[in-house]
């Protein structure tokens, strides 16, 4: 079985470029989330869809946003882009909104110059 | 909202000994532990969770405690091989699921043949 996919693996941009960034679950998940890690650090949540709703944001800026589609896979745009947004984009799937663990994409890094 | 310390930042042990990651958190809500293992290049992977219900949860070589009042849980490896090698990270979860995982900021794991 296919796990979670992400597309593309590397991006480059400049400051005040936009970016989507693509997400396909594992085949039978609902639930989407998007995580940003940072090098050294741990994720750190970005966005979580359900059935094509949201149904959690993080502490990030009107600059990021998200959406799912009907056949549950997903897609995170961030707008302005800074320096400070230069990171491994993660998305992961599960079953239900809560209480079935996350399986996490290889992610996307984006790097920005 | 959630914050979860995770200890320590580097751990290094012999292939054969036993290694033990702490981590603390402080929403009592959050009723979800998961643990996962980040390979260079790779995306985070579940390796063990426990849920608030329960103390204990081994698989194989390893476990997980969970102390619901001092607000600790750790990740216990016995029998560490060269291929335990990664960082791990802890998360939690509240049972509303809004907020996503919040994560530690990993543990670097060191296997010395």
């Known amino acids: 079985d296919a796990g979670v996919t992400q597309s593309p693996t590397h991006l480059i941009k400049t400051r005040g470029q936009h970016v989507t960034l693509r997400c396909s679950p594992i085949?039978?998940?609902?639930?989407v989330s998007w995580y940003q890690q940072v090098l050294g650090q741990g994720p750190q949540f970005i966005f979580q869809?359900?059935?094509?709703?949201?149904?959690g944001r993080g502490n990030f800026p009107d600059r990021f946003s998200a959406r799912q589609f009907p056949n549950y896979s997903s897609e995170l745009n961030v707008n302005a882009l800074l320096l400070g947004d230069s990171a491994l984009y993660l998305c992961?799937?599960?079953?239900?909104?809560?209480?079935?663990?996350?399986?996490f994409g290889s992610g996307t890094r984006l790097t920005i110059v | 909202g959630e914050n979860v310390e995770q200890h320590p930042s580097t751990l290094s042990v012999q292939e054969g000994d036993s290694a033990v990651i702490k981590c603390t958190y402080s929403d009592s809500a959050s009723n979800y532990f998961p643990w996962y293992k980040q390979e260079l290049g790779k995306g985070p992977q579940l390796i063990i969770d426990i849920r608030s219900n329960v103390g204990e949860k081994k698989d194989q070589r390893i476990a997980v405690t969970l102390n619901k009042t001092a607000k600790h849980f750790s990740l216990h490896i016995t029998e560490t091989q060269p291929e335990d090698s990664a960082v791990y990270f802890c998360?939690?979860?509240?049972?509303?699921?809004?907020?996503?995982?919040?994560f530690g900021k990993g543990t670097h794991l060191i296997i010395q043949p």
């Open positions: 992961a799937s599960s079953l239900y909104v809560v209480g079935a663990p996350d399986t």
């Open positions: 998360a939690a979860q509240e049972g509303g699921g809004a907020d996503g995982l919040t």
């Open positions: 085949s039978g998940h609902k639930s």
């Open positions: 869809y359900y059935e094509k709703e949201e149904r």
